[in-house]
């Protein structure tokens, strides 16, 4: 991958003020493909203390989107469209892994999917799975 | 509406650490109908200052969550199943305010949906539609 | 609305030869909604007898398909990038009604919804959502 | 797979007269995995002559829904609950396949997707993407 568009996805996700509040970090960046990993803190958590709906679909949206980032010209970025996520299990553990993938590049609109896992005391159970569709625009 | 049920929701909601992070409070309770309003704090932007799709999400995910349990009986709580956002502007302004509804109330899934707007100068724009499944469960 | 869009809507219809073989009828025309109703054919069915969900999804999609083209340029045709359904109860009587609708027209993106009806002994019943983006194309 | 399991899937589509109709054949029974196939008939078609969106998704539908059932006993039913589909390409060739595969299978709800490929000179092009619920129910 072009350096310069690595250094610009990890730019882009610093100025997301939400993904520090969350503790999040990017810990992988491939050509269609981007990882993103957050804690379960103390302030991200839903009633029964799971981690929040909201932080794993957040880290889920945000791979999917710099996964499609990934794959665009230095001159445009991305835009979530429409996101669907299924939550397939609570998210318990310590930490979320979200991976972005890029399922059909286009000029358009680019179609992308993310998976989330929590992992907690070595393992990793698939907690969701998200469907959606980004837009470049000018940056 | 039963004020133990008004009671249980807003009991829910604080023990969501989450929507304290995020400055999320519920400014409406009927019965299908919820509303939680969100300032758009310098913790909760994405890169280009507005406030992120994952706040978006979590107060209409949120919204839509509370009117499912406003129709269930009270040792019933409440999951998301999966939730579809389409998002129609950014999230430009002071405060968001999601209103959930249910759609279609039922024994196995509760049908809901919400609406996200943003204001900002006393004007209101819808910023997203979500739409999607809840599942009771015994608390 | 410009009858123009309104013959050019009649046309693209005829030509759908799915809609022929649903049965399917166009039956009102507005700008921003259109209506379009289906039999419940013998040969659209699922294994209970009811109406099938591909039946119910066609016309939901074409009638939200429909109700974009509604308020775009005659130079423009419109295709479906993604729709989510949520059925509400089985497709039962003697036929359907979907009423599409523009909630958010764009130069990029349409964003639209869909309602459908199933009709049996006089009485009308929800039996489907869809929320959804249409992609405006040259035609 | 239980040789019980594999008669009802093919009971369960040949009494489905949807399936007849758009000429829908099962090619394949998996745990877990299901692949449906159909023609692109002359009555099965959009405004530009490309398979129908009706068609796409009531095949993907129908795969994901059979995936679901294949790993349900055989007192058990499956209904849709909701399904969201991209569309990746127009439906162009002669024939489509459709490959339903269970995500998480659970006692109340069973999370699926499904992948749809046109057919066309021997090459296949991945058209459409779904991803829903099904929810298991006595038969």
Redesign the interface.
């Known amino acids: 991958m072009d350096p310069q568009a690595i250094v610009r996805i990890h730019d ?2 610093a ?4 993904m ?3 503790g999040a970090e990017v810990i992988h960046i491939g050509s269609g493909e981007v990882r993103i990993s957050a804690p379960i803190l ?7 203390g799971f981690g ?4 794993t ?2 880290i889920g ?2 791979a999917a989107g710099y996964a499609a980032l990934s794959v665009l010209p230095l001159e445009q ?1 991305v ?11 609570p998210a318990r553990g310590d930490r979320l892994v979200a991976t972005g993938r890029v ?2 590049p286009g000029r ?2 680019i ?1 992308v ?1 993310a998976e989330v896992h929590a992992e907690a005391d070595g393992a990793s159970t ?1 907690i969701a ?1 998200l ?3 980004m ?1 470049p625009v000018p940056t």
Chains 1, 2, 3, 4 share one sequence.
């Not at 103390?42 to 029964?48: A, D, L, M, S």
């Not at 929040?52 to 932080?55: N, R, S, T, V």
């Open positions: 882009s996700f100025s997301q003020t939400m520090q509040t969350l103390p302030g991200t958590r839903q009633q029964q929040h709906a909201g932080l679909f957040s949206d945000s970025d835009l979530t469209a429409e996101i669907k996520i299924n939550l397939l299990a399922i059909k358009r609109l179609v999917s698939l799975l469907q959606g569709t837009v």
